[in-house]
């Protein structure tokens, strides 16, 4: 969780975060005149950030806008008020059209579906891994079912030797991916805002607490 920020899906000043980005979005040319060029700069790396980030991630970033543009707008400023909002729900629509905006404002497309983007990582099929010798059932291993019945394990599971990783088999435990694979996919394949990128591309370059860590984090909320 980043320093000096609100936490949690549905606090009320996540969502007056969110309030607030559809508000600097909408008049960005005026508030980065106010803010400077500098703080201009870091402020569309976290709205591209926020934009881009999975849905369980997003509050977290809005509370890093939210305490960065308190801090860098003039208390009278009509976007500081945006921010400083305190009192809309989670049933206000604050969260999707500030996405939207950001996304319209700066270019960038729409985020594939989770489940496109887990069907387009490295996968090897039931079959071709007990062809090899690997045990495709093993507990703890995500399963993905298809619709027509057939079943595929992500690659990053197994070493080079077709050995089911020992962190995976923990954090998979962790996550609950028996009952979710395909969210528990969707968390190792997407950034994570803790460990700075995806955590199957870090498997092996990082501590395997600070793995366990990280997907104790997500059970958290």
Known sequence: MYPGTARGKTGEAAVGSHEGIAAVVNDFDRVKSVIGAQAAARLEELLRRFAGAPAAERDTIA????AFMQAALP???????????????ADSGGRAPAVAAVRARFGLPAPTSPKERILR???????TLRDRGADPEQPDLIRLYRADGSMSLPDFQFDELDRPREVVL????????EHDPWAVADWWLSRNVWLGDSPAKLLGSVADDKLLAAAAVAVEG
């Not at 509370?63 to 939210?66: A, P, Q, R, S, V």
């Not at 923990?170 to 991916?177: Q, W």
């Open 63 to 66: 509370g890093t806008i939210n």
């Open 75 to 89: 208390l009278t400023d009509p976007v500081y008020a945006a921010f400083s909002l305190k009192r809309l729900d």
């Open 121 to 127: 990582a490295e996968l090897t099929s039931a079959f």
């Open 170 to 177: 923990s954090v998979n435990r962790v996550l609950d991916a």
